[in-house]
């Protein structure tokens, strides 16, 4: 197991220097994908940093982290969808960073990706819509497509289906729908973007054992990218803990549990940090010395208070003086 550099955390006083290790090039038939010293940013904001990484073919890698640090940046990488400002992406021999749009199309077919909302066709069936990637890329007549199509939506769970529209399902089989569509090429590698994000537990279970499934029946690798402890527990053969665009930690399930690390450790248990509690403990102390302040401010004695309604001698004294303006009559 590996706790690799500690990130600079800006407010929490000190910096770890950036010890992760040197990757080994190793052949790709170990490896489905690498990167080497990759860095990202957008603006000023610093998303990835000097990441040195492996994947083993035929594993699950879960990749942890809270919202914001960069898992799903990290995976788009992978699969050509960004380019590093630093650094070498491979998968399995072809550089991905440096690949043209024709070498990133056939480079695609063997990359299934499971979008985080699952990013059917709204106006498409659930045939049609797991049919897509073969119309898109191969030659299958129709009716090798639609055998395909039953094969696949038959192995998550779902066959039957084609004829169904995406909004005649449930968040589950929209997933379940999805994840069909990813494997419909047979692809060596899928990328799983935050795949039980809004499913029940029962649902996120269903998911995960797909994961396993694809695995081991079909040897299929994955990059499970998620903040779901439950399924990172159940899916994972490694979990690495993404923070401040850094490794924090690298190991197996058993070793990320015990590891000492305190920001693993509150992860896992899922404990807030200390500086976002002292955050809202600043917010609602001012409010309650705003609070206090007004209680102890002086009334205020001008200008005066103005009375809205007429009182009763003024309009005694108008009815008075309109008395005495009327004119006699004639």
């Not at 639609?146 to 769970?157: F, I, M």
């Not at 309604?309 to 004294?317: G, R």
Request: charged letters at 25%; one cysteine or more; glycine letters at 8%.
């Amino acid at each position: 197991m590996n706790d690799n550099d500690q990130p600079d955390n800006q407010g929490q006083g000190s910096q770890t220097p950036d010890t992760t290790p040197n990757v080994e090039q190793e052949p790709s038939e170990k490896y489905v994908a690498r990167l080497h010293g990759v860095s990202k940013r957008f603006g000023p904001l610093r998303v990835l940093h000097r990441i040195n990484l492996e994947f083993e073919r035929g594993k699950t890698t879960v990749i942890l982290g809270p919202s914001g640090t960069g898992k799903s940046v990290l995976i788009k990488h992978i699969v050509g969808l960004l380019k590093p400002d630093q650094g070498e992406v491979y998968f399995n021999d072809v550089r991905v960073d440096q690949a043209d749009e024709q070498t990133l199309v056939e480079m695609r077919k063997k990359i299934g990706f499971l979008f985080q909302m699952g990013a059917l066709f709204d106006s498409m069936n659930v045939g049609d819509n797991v049919a897509f990637p073969l119309v898109e890329h191969t030659k299958a007549s129709p009716k090798e497509r639609a055998e395909r199509v039953s094969q696949v939506l038959r192995q998550v769970g779902l066959g039957g289906l084609e004829h169904k529209m995406p909004a005649q399902l449930s968040g589950g089989q929209r997933k379940r729908v999805a994840l069909a569509r990813a494997i419909v090429l047979e692809p060596e590698l899928i990328l799983y973007d935050e795949p039980t994000t809004g499913l029940d537990p029962i649902r996120s279970d269903v998911i995960n054992e797909l994961i396993i499934a694809l695995n081991k029946e079909l040897g299929i690798s994955s990059i499970v990218v998620t903040h779901d402890m439950a399924s990172a527990n159940k899916v994972a053969d490694r979990m690495l803990l993404l923070y401040n665009g850094s490794i924090v930690c690298d190991g197996t399930p058993e070793e990320f549990r015990r590891s000492d690390n305190e920001l693993v450790q509150r992860f896992i248990k899922g404990i807030a940090d200390e500086q976002d509690l002292d955050s809202i403990r600043s917010g609602f102390d001012k409010d309650k010395e705003g609070q206090r302040s007004a209680a102890q401010e002086p009334p205020k004695l001008w200008p005066p208070k103005q009375n809205s309604q007429p009182s009763e001698n003024t309009d005694n004294n108008n009815l008075t003086n309109n008395d005495n303006n009327q004119q006699p009559e004639q």
